[in-house]
């Protein structure tokens, strides 16, 4: 996968994450988009040297 993919991507992730009731978008610290729902994190996306990546 190339890095200038990653955009596509993570706009993918947040359509599918937020449409789920209560979720929100946080940017932590690191710079990683986080979802949440009542504080609690879901998902985590991020990107590297070596792409794009998502954590549940």
């Given at each position: 996968?190339?890095?200038?993919d ?29 979802f949440?729902i ?7 996306s ?5 792409g ?5």
């Amino acid at each position: 996968m190339k890095l200038h993919d990653t955009a596509g991507m993570l706009e993918n992730v947040r359509n599918i994450c937020l449409a789920l009731p209560e979720a929100v978008e946080h940017i932590d610290g690191f710079g990683h988009n986080t979802f949440k729902i009542n504080g609690k994190s879901f998902v985590i996306s991020g990107e590297s040297e070596n792409g794009f990546r998502l954590s549940f």
